[in-house]
C-alpha cells in the first residue's frame, strides 16, 4: 500500500552533500512524511518527519514543496556510514489501518570513497 | 537504553515446526507491530497491537499467531513453519499518541528448510 515512488538506487562520493527525492502524488491532507534509515541487518531508524516547507534536525533536512506532491531527504557532507537503504512514507500517522505509513522499496544510497 | 529487544537473532527450523518470537520494549509503548522483511520487497506488516490484551491481523498475517499479554512484550508465533516464512522479522513500537515514531529491533533472521 506504499504510496511512494523513490529511485531505486544511487552513489555519492564521501563529503558531498547527498538529495534523496521522494514523489507522493496523492497525499493527503492528512498525511505527514516521515524518513526512515536502514542499516544492513539492522532494523529501521527514524530520520526525520514533517509536514510542510522544511524541516532540519542534527541529522538531515526535509524539503517540502507547498504543493506536498514530493519531498526530498538531505544529508549533508556523507560518510562511508551513511551507506544504507532509505525509506520514505507517507501516511495519517500511524503504521496501520486503511491510510497507514507502508514501507516500499526504499532508495539504496552507496556512498563511495 | 536497551529499546526494543528481539530474541532469538537467529534460527533455522525445519517445515512444520514450531517457533515463538519475542519482541520486549522498555519504552512504556501501547503500540507494537511485526513485520518481516524479504528481498526487494520493502518492510509488511503481519500483526499489530494497540494495547495490552489486543491485537490485529496486518498486510501478511495468514500462517502467524501473535499475544500481548503483557504490555511490554509482543510475541509472534509461527504454529507450523513453511519455506514461505523464511524472511528477516522486525519487531517495533510506537507511543501511540500520533505521529508515530516507530523503533524498531533489531531482527531475527529466520530460515525454514
Known amino acids: 500500500l506504499a504510496k511512494t515512488t523513490q529511485p531505486v538506487s544511487m552513489d555519492s562520493y564521501e563529503g558531498q552533500e547527498v538529495n534523496i527525492t521522494c514523489s507522493h502524488n496523492n497525499i493527503a491532507t492528512n498525511d505527514y512524511i516521515t524518513w526512515y534509515q536502514q542499516f544492513p541487518s539492522q532494523g529501521p531508524r527514524f530520520i526525520i518527519q514533517g509536514y510542510k516547507t522544511k524541516v532540519t534536525n542534527e541529522v538531515a533536512s526535509l524539503f517540502i514543496p507547498a504543493d506536498r506532491k514530493s519531498s526530498t531527504l538531505s544529508l549533508p557532507r556523507v560518510s562511508l556510514s551513511d551507506t544504507a537503504v532509505y525509506y520514505c512514507l507517507v501516511g495519517d500517522s500511524v503504521p496501520y489501518g486503511n491510510n497507514r505509513l507502508a514501507f516500499g522499496k526504499g532508495n539504496q544510497v552507496v556512498v563511495i570513497p | 537504553n536497551a529499546g526494543v529487544t528481539q530474541t532469538p537473532k537467529f534460527r533455522v527450523l525445519k517445515t512444520g515446526q514450531s517457533m515463538t518470537l519475542l519482541c520486549a520494549q522498555d519504552?512504556?509503548?501501547?503500540?507494537m507491530y511485526w513485520y518481516r522483511q524479504d528481498p526487494g520487497m520493502g518492510l509488511r506488516l503481519i500483526h499489530y497491537?494497540?494495547?495490552?490484551?489486543?491485537?490485529a491481523k496486518g498486510e501478511v498475517p495468514d500462517g502467524y499467531n501473535v499475544s500481548r499479554l503483557k504490555k511490554q512484550n509482543f510475541l509472534l508465533g509461527l504454529e507450523s513453519a513453511a519455506p514461505s516464512q523464511t524472511s528477516v522479522y522486525f519487531c517495533?513500537?510506537?507511543?501511540?499518541?500520533?505521529?508515530?515514531?516507530?523503533?524498531f529491533g533489531s531482527g531475527t533472521q529466520l530460515s525454514v528448510l
Open positions: 497491537s494497540v494495547g495490552e490484551g489486543t491485537t
Open positions: 519504552m512504556n509503548h501501547e503500540y
Open positions: 517495533a513500537s510506537s507511543s501511540g499518541t500520533g505521529n508515530e515514531k516507530l523503533f
